[in-house]
């Protein structure tokens, strides 16, 4: 007799009942007989309101298939009502089922003929994170269908396939149980080994956060596009002959846009500095470093790609020493000063500090589509971009685990007993070759604070539909453009329009600082995630109002009850872009329909631009230098700032892209010129600028246009190249944990190619920016990275690896012999030690961080 086990999902229902699930179990071979019975139940009324119990109705079945007498069909009835005995409740539930099979007598098998004692249950498709037998280990409303979690394009995906073995069936025993899954698809039939070898055992025996007890693929992203149809097979690792049916399984990707980051290095030159920091401590980060850092948001992101569209420095000399207990204190002001780069530009702009700088118990700070965080901290990076797209801090319910932040998302869902920031679901990590099981018992959402950063599906599906979506400029924008439908009847055209970039402080005690403003089109920018109940408007001559936009921030507890019944209201830090008529003559500030404050609104000053090329742009990297400067005339100021000395009004320098998008090249100034690099204004011949001025809210502009130096040759030095991250740099020896990933690094090129993995011997590795290390032969290799189909030449990457017999990786590093970068170390011993195959203990990430902001 076969016990299997299965549930039925009754999502939310109103209106109507009782409502019915289905679901279907496979067994190895024919089912003579069938009976289903309850195991448990959970329902629930979904509005949480208390109500008299009327009616509970639950009800299983269990049928043999009419076509296929090798499967089960089971079919659930589930209901709820309260005393009213109508259907006037919204109701959910969860029905656990046991199901007893007779199964036909087990037979030896002829020869091609599969086993009747082993067999493929299910599989589970994962790319992060997936809804799979959920009600397992959760209960309602957090237990949703199996592989609901949508895949993404071009994103690695790990099929776990759940294999059910009887030992006791009387045919030969297996011991150790391998597999092999075809993947065909797009033209193409790929066949995948599996990532390591395992003990079979019965499925009800099967434990999810056990990697051990299924076996498991690595998909690669070239591979993960459109439609797929997977065919696994299992079978004896000493006798192939021996295996299971065939397990059919179809997966669909959808298209999701690269998550566009511009990238800044900060070089501090402040008071804040750690004890003992250098000149280098202090430097701007590199974009390699960019590159490195974004490592962790591309895996727990569901997007293909993070892409560094421009990278640029700047200076920044404030205050950072910070206080976790004020949220991001006195990082906010750094995060300001980077947000005045982005422009008009939907990217999210990213500023990276270096070790050297002190900024007390805060590691980052983002919102409002900017972030800073500090070098080498990928966990931080993934966080303050969280921010940056409007998430807000996972809850903590304890002190000696995480920090309690402020700005807490109260919606964020109660895993059922587990951590309040737990991730609720079992993750995969796809940048390790044998699939590392990330367990919710200690795996944590990167948005709250107790280490073991991972992400939950309540953020991983938030965020599905926040990554910004390019507007033009090339094959990559149309693509994730054309994914977005479309209204038929035009109800929202998405075209740039003026808008106040207002910053506004208001004190605990009322005290309103408006600080110096830019108004200028852009795309309409998400809300901060707080309301607010401030109100800013916009008033003509005759007193008229043209406009009234409700005021959010990123701090949570902050207006209306404070941090609790009768509290006095904290201070309000407002950073948002409010519609703004050009023919506004005051400002007013409304806190429930009562004028706090207003400002006037002179006629926006003139701006003469002039530039400086300097002499001819020769390459990328070299320090050829423009310098931009400006006149301003007819200036009426609202500024205190302006006018409490001799220095010149507010400004901001921006460049536009060959897209038509606006960028900062320099954070706002009070100077008249600015010097900046050339290649800040991007790799075309002819350059476009524009200065923007302002009186503190009304801001005059003033353009120019013409050609400025000579581009480089492609293939000069300075010219893209491809990077390989997640690999270790500077040490002779070092061990890999997770497969490498190649990136192209440099000025932005046209056409960004494929790129491709190769060996010693000149045979392919691999396809796409993973390199999966199980395809590697034992002993040493020469990895190749390179790039075909590129418009712009790119230069290859070289990196020496090595595969023990152990199933461990090093890369042997040939930073020692600087003429040739693969030339072996003089030691390659292996060390003897057995790299852990059976999943019964699992890394921990090492992207964990506490200062957070």
């Known amino acids: ?51 008299h119990l009327g009616r509970l109705e639950v009800e299983v079945s269990g049928r043999v298939d009419d076509d296929d007498d090798t499967i089960v069909n089971v079919r659930g009835v589930f209901g709820l009502r309260d005393w009213s005995n109508e259907w006037d409740d919204p109701y959910s539930g969860v029905i656990d089922v046991a ?71 009387g045919l030969p025993v297996i011991a150790s149980l391998n597999g092999e899954l075809v993947v065909e698809g797009n033209g193409t039939v790929t066949t995948l080994s599996a990532a390591e070898v395992i003990t079979p055992r019965r499925d009800v025996a099967t434990d999810r956060g056990n990697r051990g007890h299924t076996l498991n693929f690595v998909i690669p992203e070239n591979l993960c596009l459109g439609t797929l149809t997977l065919r696994g097979k299992i079978f004896d690792q000493s006798d192939p002959t021996q295996f299971s049916e065939e397990f059919t399984r179809t997966i669909t990707f959808d298209t999701q846009p690269a998550l566009r980051i511009m990238a800044v290095g900060i070089e501090y030159t402040g008071d804040d500095i750690v004890d003992d920091a250098t000149d280098t401590d202090l430097a701007a980060p590199s974009e390699a470093d960019f590159v490195d850092v974004f490592d962790f948001t591309d895996t727990l992101y569901p997007i293909p790609d993070v892409e ?98 402020l700005n807490t998302d109260g919606g964020y869902p109660d895993y059922s007993g587990y951590d309040s920031d737990s991730i609720g679901e079992y993750g995969v990590d796809p940048r390790t070759w044998y699939a590392r099981v990330i367990d919710p ?53 998405r075209v740039k329009q003026p808008k106040l970039f207002l910053r506004l402080d208001i004190d605990r005690t009322g005290n309103v600082v408006v600080h110096p403003s830019f108004h200028f089109p852009a795309h309409p920018r998400p809300l901060p995630s707080t309301p607010t109940d401030y109100t800013i408007e916009f008033v003509d001559e005759e007193q008229r109002v043209l406009s009234s936009t409700c005021l959010n921030t990123d701090d949570d507890c902050c207006c209306g009850c404070g941090c609790g019944e009768g509290a006095t209201c904290r201070s309000v830090r407002i950073r948002q872009a409010v519609a703004f008529p050009t023919d506004a003559k005051e400002m007013r500030l409304l806190r429930c329909d009562e004028l706090v404050d207003s400002w006037p609104i002179p006629d926006p000053p003139h701006v003469e631009v002039e530039v400086d090329c300097n002499g001819k742009y020769e390459e990328y990297h070299k320090e050829n230098q423009v310098t931009i400067r400006w006149t301003v005339s007819d200036y009426d100021s609202t500024d205190p700032e302006a006018t409490s000395d001799d220095r010149g009004p507010w400004a901001l320098v921006q460049w536009r892209d060959r897209s038509g998008t606006w960028r900062g090249c320099a954070p706002r100034t009070r100077e008249n010129e600015v010097t ?68 192209v690094v440099g000025p932005r090129i046209g056409k960004r190619g494929n790129i491709r993995w190769h060996g010693s011997d000149g045979g392919e590795l691999g396809r796409g920016r993973t390199l999966d290390l199980s395809r590697l032969p034992v002993g040493q290799t020469v990895v190749t990275a390179s790039v075909v189909g590129a418009e712009d030449q790119v230069a290859p990457s070289h990196w020496l690896l090595e595969r023990t017999g152990h199933n461990r990786f090093f890369v042997l590093s040939g930073d020692q012999h600087p003429d040739d970068p693969c030339a072996p170390p003089d030691d390659p011993d292996d060390g003897g030690h057995d790299h852990p195959n059976n999943g019964d203990s699992e890394e921990e990430d090492s992207d964990n961080e506490y200062e957070k902001g």
């Open 99 to 169: 199901v007893l099979a007779e199964l036909s007598p087990v037979s030896t098998p002829q020869p091609g003929d599969a086993r009747g004692d082993l067999i493929i249950v299910d599989a589970e498709s994962s790319q992060v994170i997936q809804h799979f037998r959920s009600s397992d280990h959760l209960a309602p409303p957090n237990v949703f269908p199996d592989n609901s979690i949508r895949l993404i394009a071009s994103k690695p995906t790990i099929v776990r396939l759940y294999p059910d073995y009887d030992a006791s069936s």
């Open 676 to 743: 900046v690099a050339r290649s800040s204004l991007g790799t075309e011949k002819e350059i476009h600028v524009r200065v923007l001025v302002t009186t503190g809210i009304a801001t005059g502009v003033g353009e120019w246009s013409g050609p400025c130096g000579e581009l480089a040759e492609p293939s000069s030095p300075g010219a893209p190249q491809v990077d390989i991250v997640a690999v270790p740099r500077g040490e002779n020896r070092a061990e890999l944990t997770t497969n490498p990933r190649a990136v």
């Open 441 to 493: 018992a200690n795996g944590h959402d990167f948005m709250g604070y107790s280490g073991g950063d991972w992400v939950s599906p309540y953020t991983y599906k938030a965020l599905m539909g926040a990554i910004p979506i390019p507007d033009a400029g090339g094959a990559a924008f149309s693509t994730a453009r054309a994914s977005v439908p479309r209204r038929r009847d035009n109800e929202w055209i």
């Open 308 to 405: 560094i569209t421009t990278y640029q420095t700047m200076e920044y000399d404030g205050a950072t020493i910070s206080d976790i207990s004020n949220g991001c204190d006195e990082l906010g002001d750094m995060r300001d000063a980077v947000g005045d780069l982005r422009g008009d530009s939907d990217d999210i702009v990213y500023g990276l500090f270096n070790v050297g700088v002190d900024t007390g118990s805060v590691g980052g700070c983002g919102g409002g589509g900017v972030g800073v965080g500090r070098i080498g901290n990928g966990g931080t990076a993934a966080h303050e971009v969280g921010h940056a797209l409007g998430r807000k801090h996972a809850p903590c319910d304890n002190v000696t685990r995480c920090a309690q932040p």
């Open 1 to 51: 007799m076969e016990i299997r086990e299965t549930s039925l999902l009754f999502p939310e229902t109103e209106g109507e009942g009782p409502v019915t699930a289905s679901t279907t179990l496979s067994f190895p071979r024919r089912v003579r007989r069938v009976a289903a019975g309850i195991a448990g139940y959970t329902a629930r009324f979904e509005d949480n309101e208390d109500h």
